[in-house]
C-alpha cells in the first residue's frame, strides 16, 4: 500500500493497477489506497447485500451515487439514496442491502485503511458467505449472522 497519496487522477470506469473485485456479487473497484484510508466504488446488483459486521479499526462510509441502498446501522433500519452520506463509525454494526430492484452504484471509503484491501483481494470471487465471514476475522471485520433485508 502507499504510504503517501499521489497527485494523480483514477478516471472514470478505472480503477488502482486494473482490478476491480467480486465481494459476494458486488463489483468493488478500487479509486485510492493510502494508510490513511481507502476509497472504492461499488455496484450493488439487485438482491445483494453485506451482513450485519462490525469493523474493529475503520470507519466507514458510504456516499450513495444511483439508486437506493438500505442499511441497518446500530440496529435501526434506514434507507440511504442518491447523495446521502452515510457515516459507520468503527465498533458500530451495519449492514446494507439492494432491495430496490434495480442496481445501485455508490462510493465507500474507510479510515483508516487498515488490512480492507488485503481481506478485499483474499476474498475476491469467494462464493460462500461463511468462509468470509470467518476470514474476515483475520482481518478485524467481524459479522453477525446474516439476514436476508432491511425492513
Known amino acids: 500500500m502507499t504510504l503517501r497519496e499521489t497527485p494523480e487522477i483514477t478516471r472514470n470506469n478505472q480503477s488502482l493497477d486494473g482490478v476491480s473485485w ?17 476509497s472504492w466504488h461499488a455496484l450493488f446488483p439487485e438482491e445483494t447485500f453485506v451482513p450485519p459486521h ?3 479499526d475503520q470507519d466507514e462510509y458510504i456516499y450513495v451515487l444511483e439508486g437506493r441502498i438500505d442499511l441497518i446501522l446500530d440496529g435501526q433500519a434506514q434507507s440511504a439514496h442518491a447523495g446521502d452520506l452515510v457515516r459507520m463509525p468503527r465498533g458500530i454494526p451495519h449492514a ?5 430492484g434495480k442496481p445501485a ?5 474507510a479510515a483508516p485503511a487498515g488490512r480492507l484491501v488485503d481481506l478485499y483481494r483474499r476474498i475476491h470471487n469467494m462464493s ?16 453477525e449472522p446474516p439476514v436476508s433485508s432491511a425492513a
Do not use: C
Not at 25 to 37: A, F, I, L, N, R
Not at 96 to 100: A, L, T, Y
Not at 128 to 142: L, M, T
Open 54 to 56: 462490525t469493523h474493529v
Open 22 to 38: 467480486n465481494i459476494l456479487g458486488q463489483v468493488y473497484t478500487p479509486k485510492q489506497m493510502t494508510e490513511d484510508s481507502f
Open 128 to 143: 460462500s458467505p461463511a468462509q468470509v465471514v470467518q476470514v474476515a476475522r483475520e482481518y478485524g471485520v467481524f459479522f
Open 105 to 109: 452504484k455508490a462510493l465507500f471509503w
Open 96 to 100: 446494507f442491502f439492494n432491495n430496490s
